[in-house]
């Protein structure tokens, strides 16, 4: 779940961290600035995307800025995101320089996220493909992302940051029975799991989900999606507007003692200048389900 120390700084009254995910700041805006608005609007935790506004490769006095801005306002860095970056070197690639390199590319992250005071990582752990255009294999991509982890996680674990792979629309890890196994195989309390609420209500259930996960949940993503009345795809909506049964979640989440941070992700809306705040309140009332 969070470190001694997080788990330290998190308010007595509840079990949950409140979070909320870097992607909702306006592209223009100081990362530095993120951790005060952060806190102004209710929030005790971030989680940060390594990508073009905040490069992997930038020099360490940079990532100091961060973390001392997030410890001035009292605001937790829970969580880094290597996707983008991990997204040009993929860890399933055909080719054995490619996967190397994508090793790499988790190690530097890494760094970062330890530098950043962070002891969790968010991970794609790789694609089968795009649209109706098949990549690479199911069984490859298990075998090539399964090694590649395996190659970081003596890293990871030097610097105490947990490898959370998360369920997103990629093809791969589509049931729970699959997740749980990708991370049982390691035998590691480095390697757990980054659940995204939202992204499993188009072929599955959340709350079984959490169930059938239990305590190897590292992190939460909080989205909601709107199911379709017929055989076609939903769509993802604001927090409590979809068909996520959220009392049955937060009681999954309570029945497996997860105690850890809950983070909305949404993008940004330049349309809605309450964004913020609606998102904090929409939250409030999710955990008061608990």
């Not at 499993?200 to 996960?213: E, N, S």
């Not at 305590?215 to 909601?224: A, E, G, T, V, Y």
Request: proline share 7%; charged share 25%.
């Amino acid at each position: 779940m969070l470190s001694p120390a997080a788990m330290a700084a998190q308010p007595s009254s509840s079990r949950f961290i409140k979070g909320i995910c870097g992607i909702v700041f306006p592209k223009q805006m100081p990362v530095t600035d993120y951790f005060a608005a952060a806190k102004k609007a209710g929030f005790d935790a971030i989680e940060l995307r390594l990508g073009a506004g905040l490069p992997i490769d930038a020099p360490t006095e940079q990532w100091d800025r961060f973390r001392d801005a997030a410890e001035k306002a009292k605001v937790l860095i829970v969580s880094v995101w290597v996707s983008e970056p991990l997204s040009a070197n993929p860890l399933n690639s055909p080719q054995p320089a490619v996967r190397a390199r994508g090793v790499e590319t988790l190690k530097r992250a890494i760094d970062v996220t330890a530098r950043l005071g962070c002891d969790s990582m968010l991970v794609v752990p790789g694609r089968l493909g795009s649209g109706g255009r098949l990549d690479v294999g199911y069984e490859d991509t298990w075998n090539r992302v399964t090694e590649g982890f395996r190659n970081a996680l003596p890293y990871a674990e030097s610097k105490k940051v947990c490898l959370t792979p998360e369920n997103v629309w990629n093809k791969f890890l589509v049931s729970p029975l699959e997740m749980r196994a990708f991370v049982d195989q390691f035998q590691s309390p480095w390697v757990q799991v980054h659940f995204d609420v939202g992204n499993i209500m188009q072929y599955g259930y959340p709350q079984d989900w959490i169930l059938t996960l239990g305590k190897r949940i590292r992190r939460i993503h909080l989205k909601d999606y709107k199911l379709s009345t017929r055989a076609e795809q939903g769509r993802f909506v604001g927090l409590l507007e979809g068909d996520v049964d959220w009392k049955a979640v937060m009681g999954a989440l309570v029945k497996t003692g997860y105690r850890g941070s809950l983070a909305p992700e949404y993008g940004h809306d330049p349309n809605d200048p309450d964004q913020l705040k609606k998102l904090s309140q929409a939250v409030d009332k999710i955990l008061a389900m608990a």
